[in-house]
């Protein structure tokens, strides 16, 4: 059974930092995945999408890599800004028929003006 | 624009009386779904539909039902609905497995 997990819960930074968050799946056979933004009490935002035969995808200043055969991904944020603020979710699309994501539990970020 | 829309988006209701949540997308997307988020247990899918006709279940069905008479359209139906139920619910579609999932607003519901 598939088993995504995000790590760390939470983190705090100054303005102006380059981070790193990090998701890991146990399940090496996906279709894709997707990395979201979450703020409080609302949808989730679609920043990224890399498909299983992809190594990184980039918009703007976010980067996304996967490494497949070792069952991580991580999405780097180039200079964070408060707007940046919010729940990051990934979320792995399996070979099985429903096409169902499967997200991890998420890594909540605070950037300090 | 493109979008996947939810009504209603807050919800206060009783165990007990029907309700259905709507959701349409306006991408033509053939592909449909249902997940509640709750805390500690993530998000988790409820139904799911291929194409108009064609739904099936998640992985948390139990209280719940879909139907998809038309291509835009998923609503979820809660018959009796009771306070376990109580959770943020969002709709999301997608081309195909290859291509994202977007996602609605969300419609927060609390059983009483």
């Known amino acids: 059974k598939q088993e995504v997990t995000q790590i760390p819960a939470a983190l705090s930074v100054p303005e102006g930092e380059n981070l790193v968050l990090n998701c890991s799946f146990t399940?090496?056979?996906?279709?894709?995945l997707q990395w979201f933004r979450q703020d409080p009490g609302k949808g989730l935002t679609s920043l990224l999408l890399?498909?299983?035969?992809?190594r990184e995808q980039t918009s703007g200043r976010l980067n996304a890599s996967l490494d497949k055969s070792s069952g991580r991904s991580t999405l780097y944020i180039a200079a964070s800004q408060p707007g940046d603020s919010a729940t990051y979710l990934c979320?792995?699309?399996?070979?099985?028929?429903?096409?169902?994501?499967?997200f991890g539990s998420g890594t909540r970020l605070l950037v300090r003006p | 624009e493109a979008q996947v829309t939810q009504n209603p988006r807050y919800l206060i209701t009783v165990t007990g009386k029907k309700l259905t949540v709507t959701c349409s997308q306006n991408?033509?997307?053939?592909?449909m779904s249902w997940y509640r988020q709750d805390p500690g247990l993530g998000l988790r899918q409820i139904y799911y539909?291929?194409?108009?006709?064609?739904?099936d279940k998640g992985d948390v069905p139990e209280g719940y039902k879909v139907s998809r008479k038309e291509k835009r359209n998923f609503p979820l139906i809660l018959e009796s609905p009771s306070p376990n139920q109580t959770s943020l619910y969002f709709c999301?579609?997608?081309?195909?497995?290859?291509?994202?999932?977007?996602f609605g607003p969300g419609t927060r519901l609390t059983v009483t």
């Open positions: 999301a579609s997608s081309l195909s497995r290859l291509y994202e999932q977007y």
């Open positions: 979320a792995v699309r399996g070979m099985d028929s429903s096409y169902k994501l499967i």
């Open positions: 539909s291929m194409n108009v006709e064609v739904t």
């Open positions: 991408m033509n997307h053939e592909y």
């Open positions: 890399i498909q299983s035969s992809q």
């Open positions: 399940d090496s056979a996906i279709y894709n």
